[in-house]
C-alpha cells in the first residue's frame, strides 16, 4: 500500500470550517488577541525593512512583473505582485526573530498576515476590518490545530521549522477565506499548499531562515489562488501520514469540529507570546535570569565583569541555539552564550545589541570564554515547560545565581497594552513618519469597526525620506524595552 489512511474525513472538515466559519463566531478575547498580534506582527514587519536580508529579497522580487500590484511595507509607494508582496513582507518580519511565537512552536502570524493584506488589496471589493480578523484567525486557528496532531511538535523544534510547514497551510487558510472559497477549493487550497511545506532547521541562525516566512505566506496564497482556478489536489491531505504526516513521527489528525454552538478558537485558550527583543523565543529566559544576576551583583558592590570566573549557564537540551561564539547577528539571536553575556555587560539585550560592533568588543568574547552551558534532566524542551538558571563565580570565591521560569512577555506573562504599543512605535517609527506610525495603530486598535483596509495601505506606506530602502543604522537607535 503507498500510503496509511489514519483518518477519512479530517480533510474534508477542516474545508468545511475554512469555508463555514464567520464573523459571528470570533470572541471578544480572540479579537483582543488577533489585533495585538496584528499591530506586534506589523511593527517587526516594519523594522525588519532595515535589514540586510529584506533588502535582497526585495531586489530578487522586483524582477518579477504582474497586472495586479500590492504595496511593499514601508515602501513610499513601492508594489510587487501580490504574492512577491506577500514574501517580502513575510520576510521583513521574520528578518530580526523578532515576531511573536506559539505553542506548540511555531511563528503564527508572520506567514498569515502580509498574505492577506497583498491579496486585501487586489479584490474588487475591499474587505471589511472585521473580515480581516476573521480571515486572520482562521489561519491561525488552522496552524494551532494541524500543531496539536503531535506531541512531537510541542518540544523546541530539531528537524524541521514549523512555520514552514504550519504556517504555509494557515497562509493558504487565511488566503482561501478572505477569497470566500468554497469548502471543496478550501481543501485543495490545503492540498495545493502542503507541496510547499519543510524547511530544515539546518538554516536556522543563517539569513535563510526569514524566508521560511516569506515562503509560507507567499506560497499559501498561491495555493488558495490556484484553487479558486479549479487546480486541484489530494482531497484527503491532511489524513496520510504520506501526506502533512510525513513531519511527525507520531502523526494523529484529527477532525475540525463543527463550528456551531460550542466550538471554541485555540486562539483563546493559548495566547501567544510578544518579544521585547529581536531573537530566539529561548533567549528570553535566559536574559531576564541573567539581569537578575547582574542586579544582585550590583547590589553586592561588584561593577567589574573583568573578575568573573564562571558563568554557567543552566537550559534546554537544543543545538541550534546553543552557539558559544557567534559571528554573524543571526548565530547571536540564537545562542544562549552571546544573550546572557550581553545582558551581563549591557544590563539590557536590545535591537542594537546585535550589530557586528556588538558581537566583537573584546569584553563580550572575552566573558564568552568563561560560559559553561549545562542541560539538567528537569530542563524539558519545551517553551511551555523549560526553564534558565544563570549561575556566576567571581574570582573571589562569590557566588550569584538566579533562575527564570516564565519571562515577561511569555504567554503566562503578557506584555501590557502599553508595552506591545511602545514596541510597536519603536519599531515602526524607524520607518513611518509619526502620522503614519499613528495611524496604523489607531485602525487596528479600532480594526473590527474599520469598513476597510484602504487607509491602513495608505498609512503603511507613509515612509521616512531615505536615499536607499537598507537602513541598518536604524536598527542601532532602538531602546530597550524592559
Given at each position: 500500500m503507498l500510503r496509511k489512511v489514519l483518518h477519512q474525513r479530517v480533510t474534508e472538515s477542516f474545508g468545511a470550517a475554512i469555508s463555514n466559519l464567520n464573523v459571528a463566531h470570533l470572541t471578544d478575547t480572540v479579537i483582543h488577541r488577533s489585533k495585538r498580534m496584528i499591530l506586534d506582527t506589523l511593527g517587526v514587519g516594519l523594522l525588519g525593512t532595515n535589514t540586510a536580508v529584506f533588502s535582497k529579497a526585495l531586489k530578487y522580487s522586483q524582477g518579477f512583473k504582474s497586472v495586479e500590484r500590492s504595496n511593499v511595507w514601508g515602501g513610499s509607494g513601492l508594489t510587487l505582485s501580490p504574492q512577491y508582496a506577500a514574501f517580502v513582507n513575510g520576510v521583513a518580519v521574520h528578518s530580526m526573530d523578532f515576531d511573536d511565537t506559539w505553542h506548540p512552536a511555531t511563528h503564527p502570524s508572520g506567514a498569515v498576515l502580509p498574505a492577506l493584506l497583498a491579496l486585501a488589496e487586489t479584490l474588487p471589493t475591499q474587505p471589511s476590518g472585521l473580515d480581516l480578523l476573521l480571515a486572520f484567525s482562521v489561519g491561525t486557528e488552522v496552524q494551532g490545530r494541524l500543531m496539536r496532531f503531535s506531541k512531537e511538535a510541542q518540544n523546541i523544534p530539531r528537524r524541521f521549522h514549523p512555520p514552514a510547514v504550519v504556517g504555509v497551510m494557515g497562509s493558504a487558510a487565511a488566503s482561501a477565506?478572505?477569497?470566500?472559497?468554497?469548502?471543496?477549493?478550501?481543501?485543495?487550497?490545503?492540498?495545493?499548499?502542503?507541496?510547499?511545506?519543510?524547511?530544515p532547521m539546518a538554516n536556522a541562525s543563517t539569513q535563510t531562515k526569514p524566508l521560511h516566512i516569506g515562503n509560507a505566506a507567499c506560497r499559501g496564497l498561491e495555493a488558495a489562488q490556484l484553487a479558486r482556478l479549479g487546480l486541484k489536489g489530494n482531497e484527503?491531505?491532511?489524513?496520510?501520514?504520506?501526506g502533512l504526516g510525513v513531519f511527525y513521527s507520531d502523526y494523529r489528525p484529527s477532525e475540525f469540529p463543527h463550528p456551531g454552538?460550542?466550538?471554541?478558537?485555540?486562539?483563546?485558550?493559548?495566547?501567544?507570546?510578544?518579544?521585547?527583543?529581536?531573537?530566539?523565543?529561548?533567549?528570553?529566559?535566559v536574559v531576564d535570569a541573567a539581569l537578575a544576576v547582574r542586579a544582585k551583583l550590583r547590589a553586592s558592590g561588584v561593577l567589574d565583569l573583568g573578575?568573573?570566573?564562571?558563568?554557567?549557564?543552566?537550559?534546554?537540551?537544543?543545538?541550534?541555539?546553543?552557539?558559544?561564539?557567534?559571528?554573524?547577528?543571526?548565530?547571536?539571536?540564537?545562542?544562549?552564550?552571546?544573550?546572557?553575556?550581553?545582558?551581563?555587560?549591557?544590563?539590557e539585550v536590545s535591537v542594537g545589541s546585535f550589530?557586528?560592533?556588538?558581537?566583537?568588543?573584546?569584553?563580550?568574547?572575552?566573558?564568552?570564554?568563561?560560559?559553561?552551558?549545562?542541560?539538567?534532566?528537569?530542563?524539558?524542551?519545551?517553551?511551555?515547560?523549560?526553564y534558565c538558571a544563570?549561575?556566576?563565580e567571581m574570582e573571589n570565591g562569590e557566588k550569584i545565581t538566579a533562575k527564570c521560569n516564565t519571562f515577561y512577555g511569555h504567554w503566562r506573562k503578557p506584555l501590557s497594552q502599553e508595552d506591545l504599543v511602545g514596541k510597536f512605535e519603536a519599531n515602526a517609527s524607524t520607518v513611518l513618519t509619526q502620522e503614519g506610525f499613528e495611524g496604523v495603530l489607531d485602525i487596528i486598535t479600532n480594526l473590527e469597526k474599520s469598513p476597510d483596509c484602504i487607509a491602513l495601505g495608505s498609512y503603511l506606506q507613509m515612509t521616512i525620506p531615505t536615499t536607499c530602502f537598507y537602513r541598518e543604522a536604524c536598527l542601532t537607535k532602538i531602546p530597550a524595552l524592559n
Open positions: 477565506k478572505l477569497l470566500g472559497l468554497s469548502p471543496a477549493e478550501c481543501v485543495h487550497s490545503l492540498a495545493i499548499a502542503a507541496s510547499s511545506a519543510g524547511a484527503t491531505i491532511l489524513d496520510h501520514e504520506s454552538s460550542g466550538f471554541q478558537w485555540v486562539l483563546e485558550d493559548q495566547d501567544v507570546a510578544i518579544k521585547r527583543f529581536p531573537a530566539h523565543l529561548g533567549m528570553h529566559w573578575q568573573v570566573r564562571k558563568v554557567v549557564l543552566q537550559v534546554p537540551p537544543s543545538r541550534y541555539i546553543d552557539c558559544p561564539f557567534p559571528a554573524t547577528e543571526h548565530q547571536a539571536r540564537h545562542s544562549f552564550q552571546f544573550s546572557a553575556c550581553t545582558a551581563l555587560l549591557d544590563n550589530s557586528m560592533l556588538q558581537i566583537d568588543r573584546p569584553a563580550l568574547r572575552d566573558l564568552l570564554t568563561k560560559v559553561r552551558v549545562e542541560n539538567p534532566e528537569d530542563n524539558h524542551p519545551s517553551f511551555d515547560k523549560m544563570v549561575k556566576v
